[in-house]
């Protein structure tokens, strides 16, 4: 069974940082794409980035790039999302997901975490 438990949510003001943690188990995750996505209230879910286990290559969306990196750690099976510069508006619950290299959807998610950026 796959668990994708994530951490590291909390407050902070305005032009603080996170580091949100991902923990996976439950099968080899080489093959794999992780991602995080968040969702704030009233609003849709929305893909924040995302890297494979297996090659450097990452993606971020706009709002985002130049303050967030994603990165991961092959033996702890972790993939971490570092936020700086946090703005009021990243404000949202934080999910990690997984999908394979080929597939077009991501199919397993954690639980989510709650980041709330003060003014």
């Known amino acids: 069974q796959v668990l994708l438990v994530e951490s590291g949510g909390g407050l902070v003001q305005a032009g603080g940082s996170l580091r949100l943690s991902c923990a996976a188990s439950g099968r080899t995750f080489s093959n794999y794409r992780m991602g995080w996505f968040r969702q704030a209230p009233g609003k849709e879910r929305e893909f924040v980035a995302s890297?494979?286990?297996?090659?450097?290559?990452?993606y971020y969306a706009d709002s985002v790039k130049g303050r967030f990196t994603i990165s991961r750690d092959n033996a702890k099976n972790t993939v971490y999302l570092q936020m700086n510069s946090l703005k009021p508006e990243d404000t949202a619950v934080y999910y990690c997901a997984s999908r394979t290299l080929s597939g077009n959807e991501y199919a397993d998610w954690g639980q989510g975490t709650q980041v709330t950026v003060y003014s």
């Open positions: 890297i494979s286990w297996s090659d450097v290559i990452t």
